[in-house]
Nanobody, 122 residues
Framework: QVQLVESGGGSVQAGGSLRLSCAASGYPDCMGWFRQAPGKEREGVARIWRDGSTSYADSVKGRYTVSKDNAKNTLYLQMNSLKPEDTAMYYC???????????????????WGQGTQVTVSS
């Protein structure tokens, strides 16, 4: 069955960079990155559709880049200029519905990775 396996989380100083990866089963039509800090709601930070189009939350625009390698069935999130407020558990998500929505709403997705922790210190 479908699995999303994340990697790349860790601890970094403010201003640093991290690159998250998520290996997916098959070829998702939509993939996204979400994050959740303790006591906070899970929020979408970036998504990419099968055609390569991308969307970003305002809080990460200009700093994060979402991409995918279809040949490797892998989703990436390049995070630059990290801030302490970026600290959260980061999750990748996907769906395989050709006509499904692909937004920054977590309700659009039915498969989720296990999460990888990103901690940014000041």
């Amino acid at each position: 069955q479908v699995q999303l396996v994340e990697s790349g989380g860790g601890s970094v100083q403010a201003g640093g960079s991290l690159r998250l990866s998520c290996a997916a089963s098959g070829y998702p039509d939509c993939m996204g990155w979400f994050r959740q800090a303790p006591g906070k709601e899970r929020e979408g930070v970036a998504r990419i559709w099968r055609d390569g189009s991308t969307s970003y939350a305002d809080s990460v625009k200009g700093r994060y880049t979402v991409s995918k390698d279809n040949a490797k069935n892998t989703l990436y999130l390049q995070m630059n200029s990290l801030k302490p407020e970026d600290t959260a558990m980061y999750y990748c998500a996907a769906h395989y519905w050709y006509y499904g929505r692909c937004s920054l709403s977590k309700d659009d997705y039915n498969y989720w990775g296990q999460g990888t922790q990103v901690t940014v210190s000041s």
